[in-house]
Every structure is written in C-alpha cells, then in structure tokens.
C-alpha cells in the first residue's frame, strides 16, 4: 500500500486491538486500509468522547474535527434517546467514513460492531442526507439491535426496525440542534412516496414503518398533552428487552404499550 499506510477495524487502530470476538462480530465489522485520516478526542475532552474515534480513508472531503464533532453530539443524543446506561457513554466506537468517486447521490450505512460504516461521493462532503445516514445507523445500536419485533410468523417487522429508525433519525438530529426542519423535507417527502427529482424513494416497509411511527408520535402527544411520546415507548421496549435478555420481542409488545396510552 506504500509508506505511510494504516490499518484500522472494529476492533482498534494499527496493532493496538481487540483480542477477543465472536464469529458474528467478526462478521458485522469494518476493515480497513491505506492512507487514514484520524480523529480522536482532544486531552481536555469530556470522558464521554473516551475511546471515540473518527476514521477516513484518503483525504477528507471535509474538516475532519467538524466532521468528528458532529459523529460526537449525534451518538451523545441518540444515547439520551433511548436511555443508554452511564457505562455505555464510555465504551469505544468508531465511526468509518469511506469516499468512493462515482456514487453520486447513492450512498449507503451500516451499524456494525461498536462501529458505523458509511460510503458516500466525496463531492457531497456532509450534507443533509449524509448527516441522517449517520443518525439512521446509530438509531440502529437500539432499534435493530438492542430490540427487534417479531411478526406472529416469526418474521422480523422491518417495517418497525427500519421504519422507526427513519423516524428517530430525525429526532436524533434535531435533539442534537445538527438539522432544521428544512434540512428534513426531502426526506420527508421520500418516506410519503414523493422523492424530489435525483432522490431515491425509501423501500416501502421503510415507508410503511416511518409513517406510522409519525402518526403514532402525534397521537401519544396529543392523548397525554404532550407528556409522553413514541420517545418512551422506545425506550419501554428497549427496557424490556433488556430485562428479559432477548433482544426479539413479539409485535404484541408494541400493541399493549400503545394501547394502554391511546385505548
């Protein structure tokens, strides 16, 4: 790879790594390498930033302390969210961002292990749809992976794990005060059907779910007078699937939380 390359994963930087992983962690991981461009938290940083790390490959399309301290305040709020453990501020994560000329509008994310992935064209640098990927893949630490619902058929409702997290996506981002409203519009418009010219439209179980999560959120509001919202129930379900130790819960588990709050 020539002088001055790196390495980096999942599980660390260089040869200052994670010893110790399972088959499905191995297999949910980023790899890396090449000319690495690292950012890591400063000496006076806070102790949540500790073991946070933002990893780019070849030169940033941007400032990468901006681009870092955006990934920061994003996982700080999507934590807040969902109610995540005081020990769970300080595990390590890091955040991979890969440039890939020629994708153009296309770009995808992945929620991997105490890692995100994120491929995109460099000449779109942070922008609006970029900044929710990010969001969209650490909602998924939660929905996705610490709790997922299970159709009565045993299929997993994707409606709700990916519907859901387009939902909170946007919550993420305008809890942390890193999108305006009309940062969002466009997509709002692809989950009603409606993407603007050059965007693609969301799946339809994306759609399906992110819909109804909007209209549930409204509804919890407005029956308690905006005392509880879909925040709480998200964070009931996670809950519960932690005390039971099973991250797969019945649809069933949703349904009694709504209707004990809306009849």
Do not use: N
Not at 83 to 94: D, I, L, M, Q, V
């Amino acid at each position: 790879l020539g002088r001055g390359a790196d390495a980096a994963s999942s599980f660390g930087f260089g040869d200052a790594i994670t010893t110790t992983a399972t088959t499905e962690e191995l297999s949910h991981a980023a790899y890396v390498a090449g000319r690495l461009w690292v950012e890591e938290p400063e000496k006076d940083a806070p102790a949540v930033e500790a073991g946070k790390r933002l990893v780019v490959v070849g030169d940033p399309p941007f400032d990468g302390r901006t681009a870092f301290r955006f990934c920061m305040s994003a996982l700080s709020a999507t934590d807040r969210l969902f109610g995540a453990a005081p020990e769970a501020a300080r595990e390590s994560f890091t955040f991979f961002l890969v440039p890939e000329p020629g994708l153009g509008r296309a770009h995808d994310g992945a929620s991997l292990t105490r890692s995100l992935g994120l491929w995109f064209d460099p000449r779109r640098g942070l922008d609006a749809g970029i900044r929710l990927t990010v969001a969209h893949e650490l909602v998924h630490r939660w929905l996705g992976g610490a709790v997922r619902l299970v159709e009565d058929d045993g299929r997993d409702a994707v409606w709700f794990s990916e519907g859901f997290t387009v939902h909170f996506a946007r919550r993420v981002l305008l809890d942390a005060g890193r999108a305006t409203p009309a940062d969002l519009l466009v997509d709002i418009r692809r989950m009603l059907g409606e993407p603007p010219a050059g965007e693609e439209q969301l799946p339809l179980d994306y759609r399906r779910g992110g819909t109804w999560a909007a209209f549930f959120d409204a509804a919890l509001r407005r029956a308690s007078g905006g005392a509880r919202s879909l925040d709480d129930v998200a964070r009931e379900l996670v809950a519960r699937a932690r005390d039971e130790r099973a991250a797969r819960l019945p649809v069933a588990a949703l349904r009694e939380i709504l209707a004990r709050d809306l009849g």
